[in-house]
């Protein structure tokens, strides 16, 4: 039987223990921008830089049991942002994630770029989105309640793009790859987009790794050391991915050079 992917349970990074949760999507989103803080602005607020070893927490859980130590209230209390775990992006999305899951809604988390922080750019960016009404909705926790988007609860097309959906776009000459990379770095153009389409490809495994994780022929790429052969992988990554089939999706995850070998 060909393996499949079943996204309304916990993966073996979105797995959490929590009582009380709510049962609407948007609901459960709502408290993960309360319960995590992004390291800049953490740094604005004096944390002690030892908690800054926050950000490379991989699983849900161990996300969880450290917001815990902080403030042992319930996952439900919004903290202050001085108690809020500290981390990027996959963070929040991989929280989410898991939340969604433990009330058993299809939830994946998608690594790629988003084009509403910075105009005419898109910065790497991590995002969730959940399976209702027939559909999957992309949906922002970091920047629920702001302004940056008309709808960060349901994002729209183009505003952002997943890391296939990215290299797709390069292909097609329809972005600049050159506007398309982690902000402040020097990680800008084709191998970020490379990048981000594997990492997307593994969490739409249910591995979900934290942006700066490499693997297979990731660090060839960055090195400018890959060629063709490794661009047309891509380019499956990004057909198979946009379709989105599960059996497909699971296929092409063992391919050589796309697994991930370890993970904690």
Not at 13 to 24: N, R, Y
Not at 187 to 195: H, S
């Amino acid at each position: 039987m060909t393996e499949t992917i079943d996204y309304a349970t916990p993966g073996p990074l979105t797995t959490i223990d929590a009582a009380g949760l709510p049962h609407e999507p948007v609901a459960l989103c709502h408290l993960v921008h309360d319960l995590v803080i992004q390291p800049h602005d953490a740094q604005g607020l004096g944390v002690p830089q030892e908690r800054f070893a926050e950000n490379q927490l991989r699983p849900a859980g161990a996300i969880v049991g450290a917001l815990l130590a902080l403030d042992p209230a319930p996952l439900t209390t919004a903290r202050p942002p001085e108690r809020r775990v500290i981390g990027t992006c996959r963070h929040f999305a991989v929280l989410a994630t898991a939340l969604l899951r433990h009330r058993g809604i299809e939830a994946r988390a998608r690594c790629g770029f988003a084009t509403y922080f910075q105009p005419g750019q898109g910065l790497d960016h991590w995002v969730t989105e959940y399976r209702q009404g027939g559909r999957w909705i992309r949906i922002d926790s970091e920047i629920l309640g702001g302004t940056l988007v008309q709808r960060p609860d349901d994002l729209a097309e183009g505003e952002f793009l997943t890391g296939g959906e990215a290299w797709s776009a390069f292909r097609a000459g329809r972005i600049d790859p050159a506007r398309f990379g982690v902000y402040g770095t020097e990680n800008w153009g084709p191998a970020e987009i490379r990048g981000n389409a594997v990492r997307d490809l593994a969490a739409l495994n249910k591995v979900e790794m934290l942006p700066w994780d490499e693997w297979g022929r990731m660090t060839a790429s960055y090195e400018g050391r890959t060629g063709l052969e490794y661009d047309a992988l891509m380019d499956t990554i990004a057909a198979v991915t946009a379709d989105g089939d599960p059996r497909a999706v699971a296929a092409l995850y063992r391919v050589e050079d796309l697994a991930i070998q370890s993970f904690n």
